[in-house]
């Protein structure tokens, strides 16, 4: 039987073992207890029939004075508006929320529309944004402020999708007062096509009280509004008999019947249909469908879309595009008009023809109107108050044939380049043609390279965009019709320099702060390919996080390399070791220096650009590795003489050590060669000597070199008090 302390040594493990199982058990059972009343908490919050406590909104206020012309019904009411718009010919209205920025922008140029079509259009504007307003209710899946529509008498509303500002405003509500045009003679339906995409026409027999199709005809003008703002698709009707005759369209007999054409610039549709009636979608649809034009006008939203994506970027196709700060015909957009038409006119149709006669005239009447303007300005010497820039003025002079403008304006219009016309069908490279608001729109100048200072100075700019090659030219000449001609001919012929943005920063340096130097695409080449010195490039874009982590590790390294941290080369001839960074995203460059993944590290050594490195991406990106990448670019010379400056120990020096001698004897083979060369030789061969003399030059480099890391050895050796070298190792520096 064993002794008492050895019991107590026995019973005191079963009695903590019997403890923790009892702690673990209670444990458990208290984690399920903690579980069943966590959840009867949980369903009994779920159960209360209680709504969540909202904090009150703050009752609304006006957005507009109380003298204003717009009727603002804060409150959010829409009863007491729509009565009036029920009893209104023209109706506008505008749904906002108060905290909208572009509400509160928008509604100054609402309330100037209001005052200006004071009688005519009943303006309102519904704050849509009280909670418990019938504005919020009635409409409670509205998310976009400000939203307009225009109602005509007691139809459904139209939406207004253009730019809030108060010019296309204006517009969109003169095309609800006037949907519909007249036309007379073909002179009309061709000053239509001139101005326009595309013309709708009607015939109607308008001697019954109600003719069949008209009404739905009108419908489908209103309705067009909303998916075409700015009116590129222009609706006309034909008054009367001898009118349609004009136009070509057969006389009606019976009132079943009616005409409805679709007129492009090189076509005529008729509008297929078996009933007495439109329908309005259908019909609408087999419009946008069917219409086509060689120039088209683009106004993106203001918002997040990809209407410029699908135009210029997906069908890999080449655009001219002419960014003008006009909104109605101008003289350059009728320029290009003209140029489209003549590019595209392949089979030298009587029918292009006729329209670039009448883009012509209407170009004449407005470069008249211009210099009689200019002159009246010269006379009054009211040049400032005159508004000489807006050349879209248009007056119906009574000029009929060319020599009498060429008279009157005292300037000639050259004919088209025989090559040019019909050019688009006898070349791969054929051009779409495009027209884009600069002032609506300035960032795309500014991304294609522009300032906004130079988008000031010169509004009217016109270039090509080749998404396929990925490659922009723009036309520096001034813009007419020659030199546009002339433009596109070279870009066929594969003539013209691609263009490439040059974004320069200012180079001040803060003073206690170290700088990298960033370069620009016309600092490039003088920078970075400048043979006498290697240069590494910091390629990075705006928004890479990635870039500014590894711009540090670069700055670091610039640092390390930097002639203030190596000054025992002042008195030597080793080259600098230049460190840049440029924005690529800002700064395009030639095909051969792009890459692909930012950020990326290219070292471009002396006098051998063309063996330039990239710095591996699956290479960890920190100072070792940046630091052995850079020195392993260059040449032996300076790799060994950098290698030696940072080398800061004795096995480091070792190595340098090793790798001058096995460099010395790579150099001694080399003069042995020459030797025995020169020695074979009868008259003596001048380009070996002076290879020989270059090999000895660079023999005495390796040879001081090698003294002077075993004197720096021998130097630290002292300092530690020592008198061998580890590992066995002894180097002998003569004194």
């Known amino acids: 039987m064993p002794d008492g302390d050895q019991q107590i040594l026995t019973n005191k493990p079963l009695e903590y073992s019997l403890c923790v199982k009892y702690l673990s058990t209670t444990m458990r059972y208290l984690g399920e207890i903690l579980v069943v009343i966590l959840f009867v908490f949980t369903s009994y919050a779920s159960l209360q029939k209680g709504s969540l406590k909202i904090q009150s909104q703050s009752p609304p206020v006006p957005l507009l004075n109380s003298n204003a012309t717009v009727s603002d019904f804060y409150g959010g009411d829409i009863a007491t508006p729509f009565t009036t718009v029920l009893h209104s010919d023209v109706s506008l209205v505008m749904y906002y929320a108060p905290w909208d920025f572009d509400s509160q922008l928008a509604i100054h140029d609402f309330e100037k529309i209001a005052k200006k079509y004071k009688g005519q259009v009943f303006c309102s504007s519904i704050n849509c944004w009280v909670s418990n307003g019938a504005c919020k209710k009635t409409f409670p899946k509205l998310r976009s402020f400000p939203l307009i529509l225009g109602y005509v008498g007691g139809t459904k509303g139209v939406q207004y999708r253009g730019p809030l500002q108060y010019e296309y405003l204006d517009k969109f509500v003169q095309s609800l007062l006037k949907p519909l045009k007249r036309i007379e003679t073909v002179a009309d339906l061709y000053k239509l096509l001139t ?181 009246q300005c010269s006379i009054f010497e009211k040049e400032r108050e005159c508004g000489l820039s807006n050349t879209s003025l248009y007056i119906n002079a009574s000029i009929t044939t060319d020599s009498s403008v060429e008279k009157t304006c005292g300037f000639s219009f050259k004919p088209t380049l025989f090559k040019f016309q019909g050019l688009g069908c006898r070349t791969n490279r054929s051009l779409k043609f495009f027209v884009i608001n600069s002032n609506q729109y300035p960032n795309f100048l500014i991304n294609l390279g522009y300032s906004s200072k130079e988008i000031r100075q010169n509004a009217n700019i016109a270039l090509i965009v080749d998404p396929k090659a990925e490659s922009h030219y723009i036309m520096s000449q001034t813009l007419s019709k020659e030199n546009l001609e002339n433009f596109i001919v070279n870009y066929t012929e594969n003539s013209l320099r691609r263009f490439r943005r040059s974004h320069q920063k200012s180079k001040l340096c803060p003073p206690g702060r170290v700088c990298l130097e960033e370069i620009s695409t016309d600092e490039f080449e003088k920078v970075v390919l400048d043979p006498s010195h290697d240069a590494i490039v910091f390629y990075r874009k705006n928004g890479c996080v990635f870039c500014e982590v590894g711009a540090r590790f670069f700055l670091k390294l610039s640092l390390m390399f930097s002639l203030s941290a190596a000054s025992f080369l002042e008195n030597t001839d080793l080259r600098q070791i230049r460190f840049a960074t440029i924005n690529a995203e800002e700064n395009d460059l030639p095909w051969q220096f792009t890459v692909d993944k930012y950020p990326s590290i290219v070292f471009y050594p002396a006098y051998r650009k063309s063996e330039s490195r990239l710095y591996p991406h699956n290479l960890e990106l920190n100072e070792a590795n940046l630091l052995n990448f850079t020195l392993s670019q260059l040449s032996i010379k300076n790799r060994v003489s950098w290698f030696i400056h940072f080398c800061r120990d004795t096995p480091c020096l070792q190595e340098a050590h090793r790798q001058i001698d096995a460099q010395i004897g790579i150099i001694d083979r080399q003069i042995r060669v020459c030797r025995n060369r020169l020695l074979w030789s009868i008259d003596g061969d001048r380009a070996s000597m002076e290879e020989l003399r270059g090999w000895v030059k660079e023999r005495h480099f390796f040879k001081e070199l090698s003294y002077s890391v075993r004197k720096t050895v021998v130097g630290i050796l002292r300092r530690m008090n020592r008198d061998g070298y580890p590992n066995g190792v002894r180097i002998t520096a003569a004194e």
């Open 195 to 375: 101005q326009s995409t595309a013309v709708v026409t009607g015939y109607f027999n308008f001697d019954s009280v109600k003719p069949n199709g008209f009404y739905s005809f009108y419908l489908a003008s209103l309705r067009n509004l909303e998916y075409d703002a700015h009116e590129s698709i222009a609706f006309a009707i034909a008054t009367n008999p001898n009118a349609a005759n004009r136009l070509g369209i057969h006389l009606i007999t019976t009132s079943q019947q009616f005409d409805v054409r679709l007129h492009l610039w090189n076509e005529t549709l008729i509008y297929p249909h078996n009933e007495n009636t439109i329908d309005v979608p259908r019909f609408l649809q087999w419009i946008h469908y069917r219409s086509h034009s060689p120039i088209q006008l683009i106004w993106p939203s203001c918002r997040k879309n990809q209407l410029i994506q699908h135009y210029l970027i997906e069908q890999q196709r080449p655009s001219l595009i002419l960014f003008t700060s006009t909104l109605t015909p101008s003289y350059q957009t009728l320029m290009v008009k003209e140029v489209a038409f003549d590019y595209n006119n392949c089979a030298f149709s009587l029918r292009i023809a006729r329209l670039i006669e009448e883009i012509q005239r209407q170009r004449y009447a407005m470069e008249t109107s211009r210099l009689a303007a200019e002159r």
